[in-house]
């Protein structure tokens, strides 16, 4: 799968918005400090159990009216659906394999907003309220393909430890 997004602008002020505008970094550094603040307050293990149902839920809700509307189904349905994330700014996702008749995705991010906006951090698996999503849109491939699977994602590997970019893995429950 092809990058759907140029990354100019990066190095210089952010990640690229989807009309190729760089974000000022500085805009960038908004969500991630209130990220910061609300994590310190709950606690990272049940923020993190907040954001996954949270976005678990609105990943379904998405493809309830877009991929309805855009009459997606299957794996087109999750290429579409990393491609309209990656226009909102937070990075770049895009399919490494995905397998939705067993429940199966690995997803790459490149230029995670939460690494770019948390670097001085050092903040292990930091991108962690994107998996959720992920997780929701592969259940709901399965119910709308009359296969239905529950699975669950997590960040396998993050640019916050000092990788390259940062990878999220979608297994059937039995299987993580
Ligand atoms: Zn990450």
């Given at each position: 799968?092809?990058?759907?997004l140029?990354?100019?602008?990066?190095?210089?002020?952010?990640?690229?918005?989807g009309?190729?505008?760089?974000?000022?970094?500085?805009?960038?550094?908004?969500?991630?400090?209130?990220?910061?603040?609300?994590?310190a307050?709950?606690?990272?293990?049940?923020?993190?159990?907040i954001?996954?149902?949270?976005?678990?839920?609105?990943?379904?809700?998405w493809?309830?009216?877009?991929?309805?509307?855009?009459?997606?189904?299957?794996?087109?349905?999750?290429e579409?659906?990393?491609?309209?994330?990656?226009?909102?700014?937070?990075?770049?996702?895009?399919?490494?394999?995905?397998?939705?008749?067993?429940?199966?995705?690995?997803?790459?991010?490149?230029?995670?907003?939460?690494?770019?906006?948390?670097?001085?951090?050092?903040a292990?698996?930091?991108?962690?309220?994107?998996?959720g999503?992920?997780?929701?849109?592969?259940?709901?491939?399965?119910?709308?393909?009359?296969?239905?699977?529950?699975?669950?994602c997590?960040?396998?590997?993050?640019?916050g430890?000092?990788?390259?970019?940062?990878?999220?893995?979608?297994?059937?429950?039995?299987?993580?």
């Amino acid at each position: 799968m092809n990058p759907q997004l140029p990354v100019k602008g990066h190095d210089e002020a952010g990640p690229a918005t989807g009309s190729g505008d760089p974000i000022p970094r500085a805009a960038l550094h908004f969500p991630g400090i209130r990220h910061q603040v609300v994590e310190a307050t709950l606690g990272r293990e049940k923020y993190a159990e907040i954001l996954y149902h949270a976005s678990y839920k609105s990943a379904r809700y998405w493809c309830d009216k877009e991929a309805v509307a855009h009459g997606l189904s299957g794996i087109a349905v999750f290429e579409h659906y990393l491609h309209r994330l990656s226009r909102r700014g937070w990075g770049r996702f895009t399919v490494i394999e995905a397998d939705a008749a067993n429940g199966c995705a690995d997803i790459r991010l490149d230029h995670s907003d939460f690494v770019v906006a948390q670097a001085e951090v050092c903040a292990s698996r930091i991108c962690y309220r994107f998996a959720g999503w992920f997780a929701g849109m592969m259940d709901w491939i399965g119910e709308d393909t009359g296969r239905p699977v529950k699975t669950l994602c997590c960040e396998t590997q993050c640019g916050g430890d000092g990788h390259d970019h940062c990878i999220f893995a979608v297994r059937p429950r039995s299987g993580i």
